[in-house]
């Protein structure tokens, strides 16, 4: 039998499904704890084959959904990320055999040795259990995060959105069709129906052993009031680049142009530039000049402007909320800044831990801007856009992370895991 | 300059004081980031010189905070935490050594690769920033707690119990000279008075990255409501013994008694003792009467009492409630289960993920209990008191975690860190 989608009776009950459905989930984690890496991969691949099989039963669907958000005032930006199509149906299936591909984490020995009193100790790689993931109108996010969380042997609580509701629906089933036909729990997957905001705060209070949210700022407060479980925050990124002293220039313009332009709306993206006063003049007029011209609105402080202007440049003043501004748009902010270590004290100061960048020829610089920068990720002489799990190797990602705990930038399946000792004695007692 | 331990003026001031403690904690913590084994391993040296040269002093202002506690009327064993004498001053100074001694995190590469476009990718384990350390009446924690934070290259704000502030002042002094002498930041080292519970919320909502409690249930309640920092929990351990059909029973004998008896306050002590149907009868007459002859108060179900009664042994009757206690006391719930699984199922459900072990030969039954048990550890024919990171070759340890994220079992001075991403290139932009 295949668990369907619940629907809800009366909003008093919110608690008591979520309650009932983290439980199913609980139990089925153990089953897939347990489970080879064979068995989980079968599922995946049989999966990604049911999507392309259904795909005229998911299109339909999805088109109710479309139907439904068009008649409720959906922008057209959230009608877009909702749409499905032949292409996008293969892109998730894709993705399905992709994660299928990718080593599996559990079991994984990470260190390991024989203690003097004879006892052997492996610390060894495992499923985190239960994990919740909260997300907005993407059906493909149903699939990706469903097949992250299995590979890595958790059962997961999906809750999407309820425009989305048809689509996932379908998604859903299809997964937990292949979970049994490969001999594991359907019930590994779960999902709630996104009808109601007091879902999320319930899950997040619930016996699981992480949750992971997907979407704005407004689903990051009420987590951060509600949630009495373990949380990785989606992370947001106010980017940096900076400009030495000893950069090439020419290669200091390609990538501040790449890591504002090729993407804005991302979280790689940069937000604010910094130049060593040493080559401002020298970089800043063609450099702004190329932003501009693509379409880049520049805010800078007094020396920027000035050098701006003498070039016949506009360029508006940048204030201090400017710097501490995750745009996620064509906008920029750009400071002149005396050495390294005042671009490092910068950014320290208001960036977000995401991704930072210096273009160098420099040792020292390089180095001091390495490991004196508190961020995820810190590039030399490379755009902060390479920030991603995929980029990284790690195969596909669930999300980025900024916080410092538990695992800090591109989230794999490897970092939805946790690990155990297993110690073996032959009767060893403590004295 | 030292910096000395702050005293409150008005209890309004209580937030004020642990903002303007964290932010100097915070300078400090990027100077001490940058900082090479070399400097941190010299300060800790110092430290423990300081001690020993200092002792007399030390030994007087404990003197003073033992008089006050008398007089407050502490109980004999909070008087007996927190007393000093000189064998116990040259174990804080020995154990500063040790952690000088281990290997620094800091640095450490942790996986690293090229990418195919060129990018070499490195992941390093860099400090965490700044943490905060709330305990009780034991000046050793003072010098442990910093120390161990100190040599991972984080900054420290410790929050003791007023009734060692004396105590905790001149090891604060002694700790933040040697720093001073080894050329760090003496404000890496900072202390509340420990005056005011308000400090503790205060500090748990301050612009830190991490606080570790070590103390009681009422302390965890506090900052599980309060906290918007990341906690990590020193744990409580309603640790198993489980004696399997294929067991050794000589073993399992010597095993159960070491887990119960040997120390039976500390969270790696086993609270219930599991034994297989197929043994319980041949097992259990020898293995509780010892029990019993050594003081502890045995409750069993009611197989376990019908053998006891059977071998003119006394044992009260286990409730659900025994099962879900951590005695720390010479206190015993007895189980008789069906098979392996029964065994497995009984510790997911009653255990808190601390340390378990199944005594066995037969290797079918010590794997499906090595990955079937959701614990940090997981013991193999030893007793479940090794779970501590001095026996496990980590060094010292700041305390235990049960909690699945970050950082599982023994917290040695590498869970005390973060990584960080290092990516290298030559110009690379996204495409």
Known sequence: MVASIHYLTAPERVEELVSETVEAARAASYRLAAAGRREKDHALTLAAAGLRGRQKELLAANGEDLEAGRASGLSPALL??????????????AALEQIAALPDPVGEVIEGRNLANGLQ??????PLGVIGVVYEARPNVTADAAALCLKAGNAVVLRGSSSAQRSNAVIGEIIREALSEAGLPAQAVQQLPGQDRD???????AKIDLIIPRGGEQLKETLQKAATVPVIY???GNCHVYVDAAADLEMARKIAFNAKVQRPGVCNAAETLLVHEQVAEAFLPAALGELIAAGVEVRGDGRVQEIASNAGLTVGAASEEDFATEYLDLKLAVAVVPSVQAAIDHINRFGSGHSEAIVTADLAAARAFQWGVDAACVYVNAST???????FGMGAEIGNST??????GPLGVREL???RYLIEGQGQVRS
């Open 121 to 126: 100790l492996r610390k060894v790689r495992v």
């Open 385 to 391: 856009r390479f920030t991603d799990g995929g980029e």
């Open 417 to 419: 895991t946790t690990y």
């Open 403 to 408: 916080q410092k705990l538990h695992a800090r």
């Open 199 to 205: 879902e999320i705060v319930a899950l997040a209070q």
């Open 234 to 236: 989606a992370a947001s």
């Open 80 to 93: 877009d990320r909702l749409a499905l199509d032949g292409r996008r149906v293969e892109g998730i299936a």
